[in-house]
């Protein structure tokens, strides 16, 4: 059984700039759940899609959005780059039984 | 919103012997407490998690423990291994809310 595929692995950005990051959850999946990883702040929790939908939301600046299509793959975006966006952005996929999987994540750098 | 607190940031243990990390929560609607490992280059791992309506679960030499009244609970792993080594975080949520919040994490080594 696949995994959650982020892709890509690894992305360097100049400021002001924007990416766009993409999540593929475990099939059957419907909930797509994305986190920022940093040293200093740890695992902190971005947003959740639950069927197309914007589900939770947390609490960072709207630059950072996302989308769910309907074959439940995720996207996450950052607009105007900032040196403080430098991160591991994980993604999580789940069902309504079992907890989070999360993807190997994608190791963003802004220069 | 929840806090998580975790202790402590590293641990060193010699092969063999046990290690107990502790985490605390504020937010006493938190019903949901997974522990997750994380190896270098990966994403967190599940190892183990509890709902509030237990107190202690086992899966072979990892336990957790639960103390709603006091709002902490812990990781336990006996006879530790080479391979235990990693990062390890605690989380705390409302089960099915898909929100998690987790400890600043506990860099564990195993000593050969």
């Known amino acids: 059984k696949a995994g959650v595929t982020q892709t890509p692995r690894y992305l360097i950005k100049t400021r002001g700039q924007q990416v766009t990051l993409s999540c593929s959850p475990i099939?059957?999946?419907?909930?797509v759940s994305w986190y920022q990883q940093t040293p200093g702040q740890g695992l902190q929790f971005l947003f959740e899609y639950f069927s197309e939908t914007q589900r939770n939301k947390g609490n960072f600046p709207g630059r950072f959005s996302g989308r769910q299509f309907s074959n439940s793959r995720s996207e996450m975006n950052v607009s105007t780059l900032e040196l403080g966006d430098s991160a591991l952005y994980l993604c999580?996929?789940?069902?309504?039984?079992?907890?989070?999987?999360f993807g190997s994540g994608t190791r963003l750098t802004v220069v | 919103g929840e806090n998580v607190e975790q202790h402590p940031s590293t641990l060193s243990v010699q092969e063999g012997d046990s290690a107990v990390i502790k985490c605390t929560y504020s937010?006493?609607?938190?019903?949901?407490f997974p522990w997750y490992k994380q190896e270098l280059g990966k994403g967190p791992q599940l190892i183990i998690d509890?709902?509030?309506?237990?107190g202690e679960k086992k899966d072979q030499r990892i336990a957790v423990t639960l103390n709603k009244t006091a709002k902490h609970f812990s990781l336990h792993i006996t006879e530790t291994q080479p391979e235990d080594s990693a990062v390890y975080f605690c989380a705390a949520g409302m089960a099915g809310a898909n929100n998690l919040f987790f400890g600043t994490g506990t860099r564990l080594t195993v000593i050969p």
């Open positions: 099939s059957g999946h419907r909930s």
């Open positions: 509890i709902r509030s309506n237990v």
């Open positions: 999580a996929s789940s069902s309504s039984v079992k907890g989070y999987t």
């Open positions: 937010d006493s609607a938190s019903n949901y």
